[in-house]
């Protein structure tokens, strides 16, 4: 089945305990993307990868880093949390040409840091 | 100046009839694509059409059709036919530009509540 994972789906820490939100693809995408959904501000892209090595910010990148070692497989790390970090954090996957190329979307990580 | 600008926070629209969601973008960029997306109250993001910015004709899948109109720079989703399951959130969002640089912005919804 096609399908974007990611894990943890809930997660509750503290201030400054470093974490990492993995995110994988089985559907051999080249672009993968970071967003985070706040209430009332929609969904904003924190980073996006092209492709293996390739990454680039998106509108809200600061406190947030992201690698792409494989193909399959874009990790959220957050080196040190802050309360502002509390989201809901969807990673998402599509083709990389622009046209027709819709994103698979995780089914999404709730993160609060307290 | 917002990329992605969705006006109407929340709507009602009686069951089997059809409802309009608006949407307005912003880009200097020649090619893009628009999409709509559903959130419903489960949580996950389900895809629901896409509009090209090269595309002639507006798109349609099912009970959604998307009124582009490009030149006034908005990218509006027609459902059709309203079902109780319609009810979610709803976000308009745009990919920018092509080859190594695609940003995506979202708008910040549209709650639609379908009444029997």
């Known amino acids: 089945e096609a399908q974007v994972t990611q894990n943890p ?20 995408h080249e672009y993968m993307s970071w967003y985070r959904q706040d209430p009332g501000l929609g969904l904003r892209q924190i980073y996006y990868s ?34 502002n970090q509390t989201s809901l954090y969807f990673c998402a996957s599509s083709l990389s040409h622009p046209r027709q190329d819709e994103q698979y979307f995780g089914p999404g990580t709730r993160l609060t840091v307290t | 100046a917002q990329k992605i600008t969705q006006t109407q926070p929340g709507m009602f629209v009686q069951e089997k009839e059809a409802v309009t969601l608006d949407c307005t973008y912003d880009t200097s960029d020649p090619s893009y694509g628009l999409f709509w997306y559903k959130q419903p109250s489960s949580g996950e993001m389900i895809f629901l059409i896409y509009q090209g910015s090269y595309d002639q004709q507006n ?38 530009g092509s080859g190594g640089y695609q940003k995506v912005t979202f708008g910040i919804g549209t709650k639609l509540q379908v009444i029997p």
Do not use: H, W
């Open chain 2, 59 to 96: 798109a349609t899948e099912g009970r959604y059709s998307l009124n582009f109109q490009k030149a006034r720079k908005s990218a509006n989703l027609v459902i059709s036919a309203s079902q109780l399951g319609d009810s979610a959130m709803y976000f308009c969002a745009m990919r920018e």
């Open chain 1, 9 to 28: 789906r809930y997660l509750i820490t503290v201030t400054g305990k470093k974490l990492t939100v993995t995110c994988s693809q089985n559907m051999n």
């Open chain 1, 50 to 83: 092209m492709n293996v090595e390739v990454t680039d910010k998106g509108d809200v990148p600061e406190g947030y880093k992201v690698s792409r070692k494989e193909k399959r497989n874009f990790p959220l790390i957050l080196e040190s949390p802050s309360p």
